[in-house]
């Protein structure tokens, strides 16, 4: 890639073992940055970063569980020891449930918030300060079931809906102080996430046509990555509090 528009950045990332967070860690890796790379999958996220550092990529593995204040506090610290700056945080994370709503157990709907909307919650909190330093920038990832209904899934949409929400205040909050917040809303991505995700028995599967895409097949990793670091780099200056709907025209109709 011949584009080094993170070049001297230092960006913190979760997720980042898999899916559009290990895509990302490698799109802002291989264009400059250095990256402390979080994910909850130890043993998977030394074997990528592993990977990554053999070709020169400066990603650093950090064991992170998003769903602790603490350890948030932690890793946005190491990040600063380790660069002497913070520039981006990708808040990519993330956990997704089909159930019938009336199922839903109290932990189950607990767990989808402690890691969909208290990880990014905590890590943001811990982050401003040092990107308001660095004049950076915040990119979280909700989705399109942020966006629209999606029957079944509803601890997932309204945990998504709350990100999205939750962009547009801080957007507001520090766009004064010179920190962008952006999100991202993927429709369907081949990821080890929703890879054999299927609704529950019972479901009515009609309810389910209107949320087709028009493009097809569903975006890869990479694609999603490509939008996040157009919204990380300088080159979206200008763009905050924006959603990036990128579903192939699924939330369309």
């Given at each position: ?103 839903i157990a109290d932990a189950e709907w607990s ?12 890590l943001s909190r811990a982050a401003l300060p ?25 601890a997932y949409s309204a945990s998504k809906g ?92």
């Amino acid at each position: 890639m011949s584009r080094r528009r993170f070049e001297g950045k230092a960006a913190l990332i979760t997720g980042a073992a898999s899916g559009i967070g290990l895509a990302t860690t490698e799109r802002l890796a291989r264009e400059g940055a250095r990256i402390l790379a979080c994910d909850i999958n130890a043993e998977l996220l030394d074997k990528e970063v592993a990977r990554l550092a053999e070709q020169g990529l400066a990603v650093f593995a950090h064991s992170l569980n998003v769903t602790h204040a603490g350890d948030c506090s932690s890793a946005v610290e190491a990040a600063v020891a380790r660069f002497g700056r913070l520039d981006f945080l990708g808040n990519i994370a993330g956990t997704l449930l089909f159930r019938h709503f009336t199922e839903i157990a109290d932990a189950e709907w607990s767990r989808v918030f402690d890691i969909n909307v208290n990880g990014p919650f905590y890590l943001s909190r811990a982050a401003l300060p040092h990107l308001e330093k660095t004049k950076g920038n915040i990119v979280n990832i909700s989705s399109a079931a942020g966006v629209i209904g999606v029957p079944y899934n509803v601890a997932y949409s309204a945990s998504k809906g709350a990100v999205l929400m939750m962009t547009k205040a801080l957007a507001v909050e520090y766009g004064t102080r010179g920190v962008r917040v952006n999100v991202v809303c993927p429709g369907h991505v081949h990821t080890p996430m929703t890879a054999g995700v299927r609704p529950p028995e019972g479901a009515d599967l009609a309810l389910f046509g209107r949320l087709s895409p028009i493009v097809l097949p569903g975006a890869s990793p990479a694609e999603i990555a490509a939008s996040i670091a157009y919204l990380a780099s300088d080159e979206a200056r200008f763009v905050t509090g924006s959603t990036f709907v990128i579903d192939g025209g699924q939330t369309a109709i």
